[in-house]
């Protein structure tokens, strides 16, 4: 009976795990022993025709999971059992089954499919997110939203700009998947050291031949395994990935609070409970739940790293830890992505509640633009901020306008005319570059996809 969630289905998504179950990973495998026996054949090694009986036998409709576990629970050695099995499917021809290999150069070369496939999944879903925050930014480009530092209503900004810093964040996440995917997605044919002894006078060939056989390039030089350095980048690079939507979520969860309310995630009114007791209630469940998986994705970075240090060679440590942070750090990628991408695509966002809340301290979070008003009028800097501050303190104290105050002082009134206090207190008015930046930022990362769409045809 399974037991961790995503066993049970509650977390990810199907197509990730045909990836990672027994019979996706026992299908790479398979393909990887038929890879190389094709390598061999080309270089005249075995004969074309044992060649293509290994190859065409090297599925899981011929080499069934269950027998692969019988053999296994009699060997006690995982890929050992797939090449008995397969040998076994194959007649005569399986005499030619994994020559000159040993289980690494297969386990790591299969490793290395799931996780092109899995990532090719996870970059379609960064796609889709970039998409969407592209579309919010440029539709929300001047939907005033107050800006708050330290948790303090700061300056005006706008909803565009906020979703235009998510979007160059998740850009850069786009660039740095990327990047990493070169050195990660490696295989190898190298025998029990690296030296590639047991594969003749052909070894290098034959290895080659083998990754162009399966997409993948191989790797620049590896022991017994390929050097986990490389699998603790892409795990750290999910880990940083999830730590940025766990902010976009906890901004939304933030918003969401009914004293505050101007974004919440989507909420099926005719059919979700928000509380077992409570019927009123509408939780950021969504949110909750990247933030909450976001941790199980950082916690995974530390027993990857500490996968990169081995017995000379090779030993077996890393076998039992990859069991576990690889289709979890990939099933759990892909699934917080797609749940950010299905909550911003249902996003509700009250305009006029962002309104309120910009009036909801009387135009006092217009105090830096009076004061710099009063400067370019004049006034020394810390004079005009000085006087700014006192009369931002009196209007807080007095439930007073801070217009009010404005128009009562002599001081201010001695060097500001009402209209230019008026037009100094305007938020529309006090957006700096803002709608420049968001238009900036979408037509450079709309410029980066058009590269990345050139470059993977």
């Not at 050097?227 to 795990?235: K, N, P, S, Y």
């Not at 299905?342 to 105090?367: C, F, P, V, Y």
């Not at 996809?449 to 045809?457: N, V």
Request: glycine letters at 6%; charged letters at 25%; proline letters at 3%.
């Amino acid at each position: 009976m399974p037991i961790l969630p995503i066993d049970t289905g509650r977390y990810g998504s199907a197509e990730m795990d045909k990836i990672f179950n027994d019979e996706g990973k026992l299908q790479r495998l398979l393909e990887v022993e038929a890879a190389l026996a094709w390598a061999h054949a080309q270089v005249g090694d075995i004969p074309k025709e044992d060649a293509e009986k290994i190859i065409l036998t090297a599925t899981v409709k011929n080499v069934k999971l269950e027998r692969v576990k019988e053999i296994e629970v009699i060997i006690k050695h995982d890929l050992m059992s797939v090449v008995m099995a397969l040998s076994e499917a194959c007649g005569t021809s399986g005499a030619y089954v994994h020559l000159g290999a040993t289980s690494n150069d297969i386990t790591d070369t299969a490793l290395a499919l799931q996780l092109r496939d899995s990532i090719n999944i996870i970059r379609k879903t960064l796609d889709a997110l970039e998409n969407i925050l592209i579309t919010h930014s440029l539709e929300e480009i001047n939907t005033l939203i107050i800006g708050r530092t330290h948790g303090q209503h700061a300056v005006p900004t706008t909803l565009g700009f906020k979703f235009a810093v998510w979007l160059r964040e998740v850009a850069r996440h786009v660039q740095r998947l990327n990047e990493c995917s070169k050195r990660v997605l490696v295989g190898k044919m190298s025998g029990a050291v690296g030296t590639q002894a047991g594969l003749g006078v052909n070894a290098i060939k034959i290895q080659t031949l083998t990754m162009k056989k399966l997409g993948i390039s191989p790797a620049d030089i590896s022991t017994q395994i390929i050097q986990r350095d490389v699998h603790a980048e892409l795990i750290c690079v999910f880990a940083n990935l999830a730590s940025s939507l766990d902010k976009f979520a906890l901004e939304i969860r933030e918003l969401q609070r009914p004293e505050i309310s101007e974004l919440s995630e989507p909420f099926e009114r005719e059919s979700q409970i928000g509380s077992s007791t409570m019927p009123q209630k509408r939780n950021p469940e969504l949110c909750e739940r990247i933030c909450g998986l976001a941790r199980i994705l950082r916690s995974l970075t530390v027993p990857t790293m500490e996968n990169i240090a081995i017995w000379h060679e090779r030993d077996l440590t890393q076998s039992s830890v990859e069991r576990f942070t690889i289709p979890e750090s990939c099933i759990l990628m892909e699934y917080i992505l797609s749940l950010m991408v299905k909550i911003l695509a249902g996003l509700h966002i009250d305009r006029k509640k962002m309104r309120e809340n910009i009036d909801l301290t009387q135009g006092r979070i217009m105090s830096e633009s009076v004061m710099l008003t009063l400067t370019r009028k004049g006034m020394g800097r810390q004079d005009a901020h000085h006087l700014i501050r006192e009369l931002s303190l009196e209007s807080e104290l007095k439930h007073q306008p801070f217009k009010e105050a404005l128009y009562e002082n002599p001081q201010v009134r001695t060097i500001l005319s009402k209209e230019e206090i008026d037009t100094a207190l305007m938020p529309e008015k006090y957006l700096g570059t803002a709608v420049i930046q968001v238009r900036r930022i979408v037509e450079k990362t709309q410029k980066e996809q058009k590269r990345q769409r050139k470059y993977s045809a």
